[in-house]
């Protein structure tokens, strides 16, 4: 279908197609008043969409972990990462929005299964070594994923990216601060954050999406410059990162195949379990209907907040209208 729709795109409107792609070539941004393919925009409204549901959904395993932060420091930094990833999600639906989709539509294609958010959130999270692991591999990830980003030729998604892109670094290096931290500690405290590090390092390695070979949207989106890097050239590039962190703290990644190939100068690892990326994507990961429930229950109970908005802009509107008259 999507091929088709391509395909059906260059038959039709031939001359503005190549235009599209030559100003992207050149580095242009696309603003939302410029013409744009149906695919591009139907691409966009998937990633970026996907991307603010992720930052919402990512809230709630750490929400849990607000209160029973071992410090008041640690309560302060965690309140204030859980915020930040609020407006994540509002800069990016503030970015979909200017597509043609509105927030509430977003919303509902998500509680209702129809979009779906970051596998990685579909974890829970058992002890405090826990929200260490998610800030420094999950937010590697994303920074991984997210720095190029500030690059796409979608203007209004490439903007958000820069303030995003600045505080998950602030994320990431709390994370790591939180591993070093138990890895130095107790033995117990260090045990800790191994496990944490065995249960999050494969989940990590999916957030990049399955192997370029089995991704049905790289190749075009990377061509529209939506993407910037491919699946497997990010997840490589994760790796070889994350290493030789897990090295400075002590920590031992769980994977018998990682290796340094000295003559590539990358790090050969194993491949995480597709059949278990596909699972949890399709719904059966062990969080999947506590997460989807969380955010149903917020929606529901926020219709009140949101017919009172409506009713006193309704209202606003009305007398404005009589003013002018």
């Known amino acids: 279908m999507y091929a088709q729709m391509v395909k059906s795109e260059k038959a039709i409107g031939g001359p503005e197609l190549e235009t599209f792609q030559a100003r992207i070539d050149a580095g ?20 970026i969409s996907q991307h603010a549901h992720s930052e919402i959904v990512g809230q709630l395993p750490e929400g849990n972990w607000i209160t029973r932060a071992p410090t008041l420091e640690r309560k302060a930094i965690l309140l204030a990462k ?17 597509l043609g989709v509105s927030r509430d539509k977003l919303t509902e294609m998500l509680l209702d299964g129809r979009m779906k958010y970051s596998s990685i959130f579909n974890y829970p999270t058992l002890t405090w070594a826990d929200m260490g692991a998610i800030g420094w591999l999950v937010d590697g990830a994303a920074i991984m994923n997210q720095v190029p980003l500030q690059r796409t030729s979608f203007g209004p998604y490439a903007r ?14 709390q994370g790591f601060d939180i591993m070093m931290k138990m890895a130095q500690g107790s033995a117990s405290q260090k045990r800790m954050a191994q496990d944490a590090l065995d249960r999050f390092w494969g989940p990590s390695l999916m957030m990049f999406g399955p192997p370029d070979t089995e991704s049905v949207h790289t190749e075009q989106s990377m061509k529209w410059q939506i993407k910037m890097n491919s699946n497997d050239e990010l997840r490589q590039k994760f790796v070889d990162q994350t290493v030789p962190q897990a090295d ?29 990326f596909f699972e949890v994507l399709g719904g059966n990961g062990p969080c999947n209907s506590e997460r989807l429930a969380a955010r149903n229950k917020a929606w529901d109970d926020g219709k009140w907040v949101r017919d009172g908005m409506m009713e006193h802009a309704r209202k606003k509107a009305t007398k404005e209208s009589e003013v002018s008259e």
């Open 28 to 47: 242009e941004k696309i603003e939302p008043k410029d013409w744009m393919p149906a695919g591009y925009r139907k691409t966009l409204i998937r990633q």
């Open 82 to 98: 859980v915020q930040d990833e609020a407006g994540h999600g509002l800069y990016l639906y503030c970015a979909a929005e200017t």
């Open 160 to 173: 958000a990216m820069v303030r995003i892109c600045k505080e998950e670094s602030f994320h990431q290096r």
């Open 248 to 276: 400075y703290l002590g920590l031992t990644i769980p994977d018998e195949n990682l290796r340094l190939n000295k003559k590539t100068g990358h790090y050969e690892f194993s491949e995480p379990d597709w059949n278990e």
